[in-house]
Every structure is written in structure tokens, then in C-alpha cells.
């Protein structure tokens, strides 16, 4: 299949022990269990043992998606409905990444996934510890994008949110910025929430708050995952530039 075949051509780490390896091996062999695929893979994993093990200190976009795929799972669980405005999302996403016919196949791995009891936490702490502070926040900012599909974060979803974003080692300020980039219809904050500020910072702050969010999110932060992601990133980079352009619309600012 070519999205397994590209994922391994790209170099998986981390991502193929522990919890989320668990996880995805469970699904691999749902999805190779009638031809006998399941081995050939495991086979290649094997002979790629040395790489492999060079690549555990560091995360590759191949790992990156793992992650993803696995946490957007349990996100999309969470309310207890899967949505198809969720798959799309998630759908949207991999077409960055692969060719039609290799997405479709990344979304066999998903809803398989998807079958799965996923014990959050452990998965969670594995990422935390893996990721860098950069591709943690931009992790999290596509699993909020996962919660706001229909427009709505549920009590549910947002809990389990808050509850990865501690596991993987996000702080709550950085949390509730990435947040605050959803909910601009219905947090009239929104804009200062992004830069981590409140309403009463002065002008400088503001500025000085801009510049720093804007080093923090900027895509060359994470750059090791890849092209594609990063063009993901700048989504998040072009949110806090409209935060900030919405603060000096309202202060009159230049």
C-alpha cells in the first residue's frame, strides 16, 4: 500500500514502540490480516532496526503523523460521535501530505484506529517526551482544528484537550492562545488570548507580545517534520498576525 510504503520510506522512529506503536500495530494487522502484509512490514521495520534507532532522539514527519492520527482519533471519540465534518478535517489535512489514493489509504489506518479502546495518557506522555516544544504546539493546534470541525468544542472535547495538551507538556497559556484562535465568534478576548496578553496591556506590550508569539509560532519551528506540515503551520503563524492586526484596528494603532 503506498501510504505505508511512504511512511517507512520517510523513516519512523519513536513512533513505532511503545503505547502509540502498540496502538498502530494493532491496526496494521486488521488491515494486512487477509493477504499476510502485516509481516512484509514488520519484516522491513526489522531490517531497518539501525535506522531506526538513530532516528529515536528525533521526530520525523512520519512519526508526526502517527501521533496525529492516533490523538485526532481519540479527540473525535471523545463526544462519543464521530463526525463527518471531523473526517474531513483530518481528510484535509493528509491530501497536504499524499496523492488521493494514498490519503484514502492513510483513512483505513484511522478508522481502525477508531476502533480501538485508546488509553490516552500513555500515549500522550510518550509524544511529551519525544516532541519538540514547536511540533507539541502544532500538534495541539490540529487537534483543537479536530474539536471546532462543526464550528463547536464540546465540554468533552475540551477537557480531553486541556487534559493532552498537560500530558504532552503544553503550557496552559500556550494552550488556551491556541485555543483562543477557534473561538473568535464567540470570545471577544480572542485577540489578546492569542498573544497571551489581557485587554489591559499597553501598547508596548502589545507589540512586544506580537513579536514573540510570532518567533514562537513561526514554521520554520518545525521544519524537521517536513514541507507540508509546515504550510499547516503557517495557518496557526497568520492567526496570531490577525490577532494582532485586529488589537491595533481597535486601539487605532499603526
Request: glycine share 6%; proline share 2%.
Amino acid at each position: 500500500m503506498g501510504f505505508f510504503s511512504k511512511l517507512f520510506a520517510g523513516g519512523i522512529g519513536w513512533a513505532l514502540g511503545g503505547p502509540l506503536g502498540a496502538i498502530i500495530g494493532v491496526a496494521l494487522a486488521s488491515i494486512f490480516s487477509s493477504d499476510g502484509s502485516a509481516s512484509t512490514y514488520r519484516q522491513r521495520i526489522d531490517t531497518t532496526s539501525t535506522t531506526t534507532r538513530q532516528r529515536k532522539s528525533q521526530t520525523t514527519q512520519s512519526d508526526f503523523v502517527m501521533s496525529l492520527i492516533v490523538l485526532q482519533a481519540a479527540v473525535m471519540k471523545a463526544d462519543k460521535v464521530v463526525k463527518k465534518s471531523e473526517l474531513n478535517v483530518v481528510k484535509r489535512f493528509l491530501l497536504t501530505l499524499f496523492d488521493e489514493a494514498t490519503t484514502l489509504e492513510a483513512l483505513q489506518l484511522l478508522k481502525q484506529v477508531l476502533q480501538q479502546e485508546i488509553d490516552v495518557e500513555p500515549v500522550a506522555r510518550q509524544v511529551g517526551m519525544r516532541m519538540t516544544a514547536g511540533a507539541k504546539r502544532e500538534l495541539l493546534h490540529m487537534l483543537f482544528e479536530i474539536a471546532y470541525a462543526d464550528d463547536v468544542c464540546t465540554p468533552a472535547e475540551n477537557a480531553l484537550l486541556e487534559h493532552i495538551a498537560t500530558l504532552i507538556g503544553v503550557s496552559a497559556t500556550d494552550t488556551a492562545s491556541i485555543k483562543a484562535m477557534f473561538g473568535r465568534q464567540t470570545n471577544p478576548q480572542w485577540a489578546y488570548e492569542v498573544l497571551e496578553i489581557t485587554a489591559d496591556a499597553s501598547d508596548e506590550e502589545v507589540k512586544k507580545a506580537y513579536r514573540k508569539m510570532a518567533m514562537k509560532y513561526h514554521p520554520d519551528r518545525v521544519s524537521t517534520l517536513g514541507e507540508e506540515v509546515q504550510k499547516n503551520a503557517a495557518e496557526k503563524f497568520r492567526k496570531v498576525h490577525e490577532a494582532y492586526e485586529e488589537i491595533k484596528t481597535q486601539r487605532g494603532l499603526n
